[in-house]
């Protein structure tokens, strides 16, 4: 499989990276040389394989439902590019 | 004093323990060293106040015979590993000066148990590399150079400033990660010595994540025992982290040295690539060699995924990096450029903060997670993967305990040489390696000799899950054949 040009432009809208117009054709190469790379993966059998979920046999661990930290609002804001009274400021998303 | 840079951890160890020399002197030597050697660009940032103020604390502690194992040992950071109040950059432009309220789980446990920071070390940006040459700081410099010439080499990577920096003398280890052979590649590369454990051995909790999945961290150090030292201070278990396994961590110091007497080591033939360089044959044959004199006996046996287990890496990783690192929006924490809409704040954030390898990877991984893709390559790629396991499964089935492979498909290449044109002539430097994160396997690289131009060459040596005791006693033996390199002096 490859990629064109509108998919390229697809791809970056869902990673949410700008991408120009100018990058595209040298993106597309650079992806579809990594998808023909990976193509002879189709000439394994995998029927009746189960994927792998964990690399470790092990059970999924649970903590216990209770507060075990928090009360730190300026750590939590201290890296924020913009913030106010320990809120994050973003652009205006409802009008 | 400038000698006791070239200690190993044990000797140093000695020499505080009987008051030689004190933490405050080593630390002071390693730091001039790090001064001296700033065009190897392998520390990203020093932190000599706090590397002194450490080192005069533990000194304290030693004098009322207090000093934990690791007691006064100064050690480099990889920029991977989030440090208290101490700018943590994961060698990306997004993260800009982030720095971490908190301290990661293993890089807690070394300040625990007596060891010195020294500072952070260059990494490839988010771990995704094999030469260090994606970090936003520039590329490391090998301290090798093939004899005769001034070509700069890479170190490898991605923990190519660990590996720089050890072999360099300018700290007595470091801490490193591996997600396809970021450990163990470049100590290859560098003469030294990379333990990528059992996944779940060492707590990811505080470690910048690429794919969690795959991620371990470990240590870089000169000789098999110091790495067994350092690794016992990393290990063990975290409840911060699901994934950290809950079971006792051995001596493993005890294990270096110990007979291997009896032990049956896998010789895999699906390593023996087609043009294959004939000293790396040559290399693998003497370990085997080296091996089979200390006792243990050799077997051939196959794992036939084995040229299956880069692809489906290529899918694995990346769709997981695409998720880890969608948290990255200019919001929260690091680089920010502005946009009219939140949207293209996002999106402006995001171009502008990722570099080039960065960004291919998390499109590719964004494609194989979408509709219509996913069950084509993520779940083909996840279904490929169990049977990557189950190969190593078969062979240890057979009383396999370890199986020994090259550590690299080549010595360190020239900064700029590789991957300019298809980012894959890059990934095939983890051709050995990626197998064992993809199995969830412990991996040792130990410095095995040199090619015919004068650079160091490794050997890869497999373990069963959590028996990174058997590699120690392992590795101990190609360590004691081959003997310990060092590169020349010319930085």
């Known amino acids: 499989m490859s990629v064109d040009a509108a998919t390229v432009r697809r791809i970056a809208h869902l990673a949410r990276i700008a991408v120009t117009e100018a990058e595209v054709p040298h993106l597309q190469g650079e992806l579809n040389a990594m998808l023909a790379f990976v193509e002879q993966l189709s000439e394994v059998n995998i029927d009746g394989v189960e994927p792998m979920t964990s690399v470790t046999p092990m059970e999924m661990k649970k903590r216990h439902d209770v507060v075990n930290d928090g009360e730190i609002p300026d750590d939590i804001v201290r890296n924020a590019p913009e913030t106010q009274n320990h809120f994050f400021l973003v652009p205006k998303v409802v009008e | ?491």
């Open chain 2, 1 to 491: 004093m400038t000698d006791l840079t070239s200690l190993t951890i044990a000797e140093a160890r000695e020499g505080l323990a009987s008051q030689s020399f004190t933490s405050l002197e080593l630390t002071d030597a390693h730091l001039a060293a790090i001064e001296a050697a700033r065009s190897l660009n392998a520390f990203v940032l020093e932190t000599p106040d706090q590397a002194r103020a450490m080192a005069r604390t533990v000194d304290a502690k030693i004098a009322k015979g207090e000093g934990g194992p690791l007691a006064g040992i100064p050690l480099g950071i990889k920029d991977l590993f989030a440090t208290k109040d101490v700018r943590t950059t994961a060698c990306s432009k997004i993260l800009g000066n982030f720095v971490p309220p908190y301290e990661s789980t293993v890089t807690s446990q070394l300040w625990r148990d007596g060891a010195v920071m020294l500072g952070k070390l260059n990494n490839d940006e988010f771990a995704m590399g094999s030469s260090n040459e994606t970090s936003c700081f520039g590329p490391v410099v090998n301290p090798w150079r093939r004899e005769g010439s001034n070509t700069t080499l890479v170190p490898g990577g991605s923990s190519g400033g660990s590996a720089s920096a050890v072999a360099a003398l300018l700290c007595m280890g470091a801490t490193a990660t591996d997600t396809g052979g970021s450990i163990r590649q470049p100590a290859a590369f560098t003469a030294t010595v990379g333990v990528k454990p059992t996944y779940g051995r060492c707590s990811r909790w505080g470690i910048v994540a690429f794919a969690s999945s795959l991620d371990q961290a470990g240590p870089i150090a000169r000789t098999v025992r110091d790495s067994a030292i350092l690794m016992r201070s990393m290990a063990g278990h975290d409840p911060k982290d699901t994934t950290s396994v809950d079971i006792g961590v051995p001596d493993y110091e005890a294990a270096v040295g110990k007979s291997v007497k009896g032990m049956k080591i896998g010789i895999p033939k699906e390593y023996r690539l087609d043009g294959m360089p004939a000293e790396i044959e040559k290399l693998w044959s003497e370990g085997a060699a080296w091996l089979k004199a200390a006792g243990a006996e050799l077997v051939e046996v196959s794992l036939p995924h084995t040229k299956y287990a880069l692809p489906a890496y290529y899918i694995v990783a990346p769709a997981e990096a695409s998720s880890n690192l969608a948290r990255y929006d200019g919001v929260r924490y690091g680089l920010r450029v502005p946009g009219r809409s939140i949207g293209e704040l996002y999106e402006n954030t995001r171009a502008e903060g990722f570099g080039d390898e960065v960004r291919r990877r998390v499109m590719i991984g964004t494609y194989v997670l979408s509709a219509g893709y996913y069950d084509a390559y993520y779940l083909r790629a996840q279904k490929v993967r169990t049977l990557i396991k189950k190969d190593f499964e078969d062979c240890f089935a057979k009383g396999i305990s370890a199986i020994l492979t090259p550590a690299t498909p080549s010595a360190a290449f020239g900064v700029g040489e590789k991957g300019g044109a298809d980012p894959v002539e890059m990934y095939l430097n983890d051709i050995f390696t990626v197998t064992v994160n993809m199995a969830g396997l412990p991996g040792i690289a130990v410095p095995a000799g040199k090619d015919a131009q004068g650079l160091p060459l490794g050997l890869q040596l497999i373990g069963r899950p959590f028996d990174e005791e058997t590699l120690f006693s392992l590795g101990e033996v190609v360590e004691q054949a081959a003997g310990r390199f060092t590169p020349p002096r010319w930085w």
